[in-house]
């Protein structure tokens, strides 16, 4: 039997004559019996050996598989170490080695960790689901069909370490209960010759299935998740661009679900340009509401950011229709216009009708074409802000903003140094994997890396807490906010644009604060109790309800 050796002060609702309020309760936190571990065996010496073990290993996809047992036999200490060492391994568990463990997974695979649905269960979906052993558990899931993981296309079942990625930092970062969380990944085939011949592969061995079916499946998927798990929030995972965006579409008003390709990306974005746009502005002397914003690549990350970048010049007064004719995109047929020709449904909202010339091609040609004061890129394409482009910008601007995005490092439009270096130390940088700190003319320059995982544990943890029916625009815009408002004094004066992540249980809180009031805003919130509380009350019953290892 367990002993109990601490109990942690949390606040829970309660019902009292009829009214629902909160009551201080305490939590235990069960140690083996003597005997069962070694006689000396001191929590943070042992946190110690595991780090140093983990340092020992020769490669990143080595230190991949050894966190993922060490969660598996000890998940109270994997993300104690996770916590106190975030900056080294958040791009283990995540980006970008979850890209080659991805790659590699059917290789690597040990042991199941989280759900497999497959187009094979159609029809009884509802019996593999209460499968799980945690049903009552169950406040969260991120799900993929492995369509398009990161930047490296179609991975099949072998998606399933995002899901569980993902997963690891909404414990790390928000502190929400490993036992609450449900990774899934739905195989409904895969295009990708090499896994279909591999005999390794842990998926089915047939092409994707059309999108009559797919989307049949779809709907039984998601009612029968509503009803297994009625407490269950959805994050939509690398879904291909059209998928993404016909699921969200179709799904949002009627479950509390939301996307993260499309609208974490976005909020993370907003939060990092808002920042970057003072300090150009500041540089500039022009107003925030004169900013130009240019775009390579018109996926859903592309389009989604795209989107939720307009709140940036709605906040400086400027309608819906001004702001749309502030962003221009660029595909792989150059830039999108109105007169080019037939396009995807998802580019057209952003399809330029003040220009009717020739296709514009080179990206440098549509540089000097838009003169934007930001560059972003979500094209997986490597080395495509090159030297011409970046001088390019430079000239335009006193402190150009290039934010290239893509994962992983290998597919980023360019890296910190080369921006750095080509535009004379004055560029303001956000990359979507880390970069290392640059040292120029004798000051130390920081990029910024606009991680989603600054958005989505507090997103996740706030509609949690507000038990909210769905996920709405301004309570993504709140995240987005509740970021950009979070950095410290010290940051500021360091030019940062994102706060640095060892400090993301505060973030967290923040963003989850503001998740709720927004939530509340909108009528979404079913935990209706949570409206009573003052600000600095919501935000102890937030720390309070942060599950700590």
């Given at each position: 039997?367990?002993?109990?050796?601490?109990?942690?002060?949390?606040?829970?609702?309660?019902?009292?004559?009829?009214?629902?309020?909160?009551?201080?309760?305490?939590?235990?936190?069960?140690?083996?019996?003597?005997?069962?571990?070694?006689?000396?065996?001191?929590?943070?010496?042992?946190?110690?050996?595991?780090?140093?073990?983990?340092?020992?290993?020769?490669?990143?996809?080595?230190?991949?598989?050894?966190?993922?047992?060490?969660?598996?036999?000890?998940?109270?200490?994997?993300?104690?170490?996770?916590?106190?060492?975030?900056?080294?391994?958040?791009?283990?568990?995540?980006?970008?080695?979850?890209?080659?463990?991805?790659?590699?997974?059917?290789?690597?695979?040990?042991?199941?960790?989280?759900?497999?649905?497959?187009?094979?269960?159609?029809?009884?979906?509802?019996?593999?689901?209460?499968?799980?052993?945690?049903?009552?558990?169950?406040?969260?899931?991120?799900?993929?069909?492995?369509?398009?993981?990161?930047?490296?296309?179609?991975?099949?079942?072998?998606?399933?370490?995002?899901?569980?990625?993902?997963?690891?930092?909404?414990?790390?970062?928000?502190?929400?209960?490993?036992?609450?969380?449900?990774?899934?990944?739905?195989?409904?085939?895969?295009?990708?010759?090499?896994?279909?011949?591999?005999?390794?592969?842990?998926?089915?061995?047939?092409?994707?299935?059309?999108?009559?079916?797919?989307?049949?499946?779809?709907?039984?998927?998601?009612?029968?998740?509503?009803?297994?798990?009625?407490?269950?929030?959805?994050?939509?995972?690398?879904?291909?661009?059209?998928?993404?965006?016909?699921?969200?579409?179709?799904?949002?008003?009627?479950?509390?679900v939301f996307n993260d390709d499309i609208q974490g990306t976005g909020a993370v974005v907003l939060s990092g340009f808002m920042n970057a746009a003072r300090l150009s502005s500041a540089a500039?002397?022009?107003?925030?509401?004169?900013?130009?914003?240019?775009?390579?690549?018109?996926?859903?990350?592309?389009?989604?950011?795209?989107?939720?970048?307009?709140?940036?010049?709605?906040?400086?007064?400027?309608?819906?229709?001004?702001?749309?004719?502030?962003?221009?995109?660029?595909?792989?047929?150059?830039?999108?216009?109105?007169?080019?020709?037939?396009?995807?449904?998802?580019?057209?909202?952003?399809?330029?009708?003040?220009?009717?010339?020739?296709?514009?091609?080179?990206?440098?040609?549509?540089?000097?074409?838009?003169?934007?004061?930001?560059?972003?890129?979500?094209?997986?394409?490597?080395?495509?802000?090159?030297?011409?482009?970046?001088?390019?910008?430079?000239?335009?601007?006193?402190?150009?903003?290039?934010?290239?995005?893509?994962?992983?490092?290998?597919?980023?439009?360019?890296?910190?140094?080369?921006?750095?270096?080509?535009?004379?130390?004055?560029?303001?940088?956000?990359?979507?994997?880390?970069?290392p700190s640059q040292e120029y003319q004798g000051h130390m320059l920081h990029p910024g890396q606009g991680n989603n995982m600054y958005i989505f544990p507090g997103l996740g943890l706030g509609?949690?807490?507000?038990?909210?029916?769905?996920?709405?625009?301004?309570?993504?815009?709140?995240?987005?906010?509740?970021?950009?408002?979070?950095?410290?004094?010290?940051?500021?004066?360091?030019?940062?644009?994102?706060?640095?992540?060892?400090?993301?249980?505060?973030?967290?809180?923040?963003?989850?604060?503001?998740?709720?009031?927004?939530?509340?805003?909108a009528g979404v919130d079913q935990a209706t109790y949570l409206r009573n509380l003052s600000d600095a009350a919501l935000m102890e019953y937030i720390r309070s309800k942060m599950w700590k290892?």
């Amino acid at each position: 039997m367990l002993k109990t050796v601490v109990r942690r002060r949390v606040l829970t609702p309660v019902w009292v004559n009829g009214v629902q309020k909160l009551k201080i309760t305490s939590q235990s936190v069960p140690r083996p019996p003597r005997g069962l571990v070694p006689p000396v065996l001191d929590e943070s010496v042992h946190h110690v050996r595991c780090i140093q073990q983990l340092r020992s290993k020769d490669n990143d996809i080595e230190k991949y598989i050894y966190l993922s047992q060490l969660k598996d036999a000890e998940h109270r200490t994997f993300y104690k170490i996770c916590l106190d060492n975030m900056s080294e391994i958040t791009p283990i568990i995540y980006t970008p080695t979850v890209g080659d463990a991805c790659l590699q997974f059917s290789h690597i695979y040990r042991r199941p960790e989280g759900l497999y649905v497959s187009i094979k269960d159609k029809g009884s979906i509802g019996k593999v689901l209460r499968n799980w052993p945690r049903i009552d558990d169950a406040r969260i899931s991120v799900v993929t069909d492995g369509s398009r993981i990161l930047g490296l296309g179609d991975l099949g079942v072998n998606g399933m370490p995002i899901a569980i990625g993902k997963l690891s930092l909404y414990v790390a970062g928000a502190g929400i209960r490993p036992s609450s969380t449900i990774p899934i990944c739905l195989d409904l085939g895969t295009n990708n010759p090499k896994f279909l011949e591999d005999p390794l592969y842990l998926g089915l061995r047939h092409p994707r299935v059309s999108k009559e079916e797919m989307t049949e499946f779809m709907e039984e998927f998601m009612h029968e998740m509503s009803v297994v798990f009625p407490k269950l929030l959805v994050q939509f995972e690398d879904f291909s661009t059209d998928k993404a965006f016909a699921h969200l579409s179709a799904f949002r008003e009627r479950y509390p679900v939301f996307n993260d390709d499309i609208q974490g990306t976005g909020a993370v974005v907003l939060s990092g340009f808002m920042n970057a746009a003072r300090l150009s502005s500041a540089a500039s002397g022009r107003p925030l509401s004169d900013h130009r914003i240019l775009f390579l690549g018109a996926g859903s990350a592309g389009v989604g950011v795209a989107m939720q970048l307009m709140s940036f010049f709605k906040l400086q007064g400027l309608s819906t229709e001004e702001a749309r004719r502030r962003i221009w995109l660029i595909d792989s047929q150059g830039l999108i216009y109105n007169d080019r020709g037939p396009m995807a449904e998802h580019k057209k909202y952003f399809s330029r009708a003040d220009y009717s010339g020739p296709p514009i091609m080179s990206l440098a040609d549509i540089v000097q074409h838009v003169k934007p004061t930001a560059l972003l890129g979500l094209s997986t394409l490597k080395s495509a802000f090159n030297q011409s482009v970046i001088e390019l910008m430079s000239a335009l601007n006193p402190r150009p903003i290039i934010f290239p995005l893509s994962n992983p490092v290998r597919l980023s439009e360019c890296e910190y140094d080369e921006a750095v270096q080509w535009s004379n130390g004055k560029v303001i940088f956000a990359s979507g994997s880390p970069f290392p700190s640059q040292e120029y003319q004798g000051h130390m320059l920081h990029p910024g890396q606009g991680n989603n995982m600054y958005i989505f544990p507090g997103l996740g943890l706030g509609a949690i807490l507000a038990r909210v029916s769905s996920v709405t625009d301004s309570m993504v815009e709140a995240s987005s906010l509740g970021l950009a408002d979070s950095l410290t004094e010290e940051e500021h004066n360091e030019n940062l644009i994102y706060p640095r992540i060892e400090r993301i249980r505060d973030i967290s809180a923040q963003i989850a604060h503001g998740v709720i009031r927004a939530a509340q805003k909108a009528g979404v919130d079913q935990a209706t109790y949570l409206r009573n509380l003052s600000d600095a009350a919501l935000m102890e019953y937030i720390r309070s309800k942060m599950w700590k290892p």
